[in-house]
T-cell receptor
Framework: GENVEQHPSTLSVQEGDSAVIKCTYSDSASNYFPWYKQELGKRPQLIIDIRSNVGEKKDQRIAVTLNKTAKQFSLHITETQPEDSAVYFC?????????????FGKGTKLSVKP | NAGVTQTPKFQVLKTGQSMTLQCAQD?????MYWYRQDPGMGLRLIYYSASEGTTDKGEVPNGYNVSRLNKREFSLRLESAAPSQTSVYFCASTTGRTLGREQFFGPGTRLTVL
């Protein structure tokens, strides 16, 4: 079955710097890759997602890139702010087929220092 | 719309006790999920219901049972709680399991088993 590896497990940056979180997946059939943000004590919430027919997607300060050859996708946050501090989870699934469940990475705790 | 709601928010059980976690969604979603979240382990799928009337095991189903009561409600039951089941439990729902759409999470239930 699918396995998703996420790195790093913790990341500390200065306010205004960029942050990059990387995930690799094992199942070449995976075609949907969402990213969730979980603030302390809160529920996970979707911040951006990408499908395999697209190489990059942006939404203001966040972007996700996908490299299907390497089976890797990454979250990029530019001009980080203290409110970006949270745990970020990547996930992978296969839509349109029989296996639609999300497989999550173990999370990255991002700390943005003012 | 309330989205996804869960009860209770907190619960303390003694080993061997039973309890049911309740989840409801008002978004007319077909698919519902139960996850557990442990430190450093990400979100692991316990059971899911692809549509009303169906339930299936996820990654970590042992010690749990579920009921899809109707389209809105999906409950998780612990028949004989064990300390290893101490965790935060999240319910989630989405339009359709294989559609590659956002999963909406409930606020979570923090369960401690003594």
């Amino acid at each position: 079955g699918e396995n998703v590896e996420q790195h790093p497990s913790t990341l500390s940056v200065q306010e205004g710097d960029s942050a990059v979180i990387k995930c690799t997946y094992s199942d070449s059939a995976s075609n949907y890759f969402p990213w969730y943000k979980q603030e302390l004590g809160k529920r996970p919430q979707l911040i951006i997602d990408i499908r395999s027919n697209v190489g990059e997607k942006k939404d203001q300060r966040i972007a996700v890139t996908l490299n299907k050859t390497a089976k890797q996708f990454s979250l990029h946050i530019t001009e980080t702010q203290p409110e970006d501090s949270a745990v970020y989870f990547c996930a992978a699934s296969t839509y349109g087929g029989s296996q639609g469940n999300l497989i999550f990475g173990k999370g990255t705790k991002l700390s943005v220092k003012p | 719309n309330a989205g996804v709601t869960q009860t209770p928010k907190f619960q303390v059980l003694k080993t061997g006790q039973s309890m049911t976690l309740q989840c409801a969604q008002d978004m007319n979603h077909n698919s519902m999920y139960w996850y557990r979240q442990d430190p450093g382990m990400g979100l692991r799928l316990i059971y899911y219901s692809a549509s009303e009337g169906t339930t299936d095991k996820g990654e970590v189903p042992n010690g749990y049972n579920v009921s899809r009561l109707n389209k809105r409600e999906f409950s998780l039951r612990l028949e004989s709680a064990a300390p290893s089941q101490t965790s935060v439990y999240f319910c989630a729902s989405t339009t359709g399991r294989t559609l590659g759409r956002e999963q909406f999470f409930g606020p979570g239930t923090r369960l401690t088993v003594l």
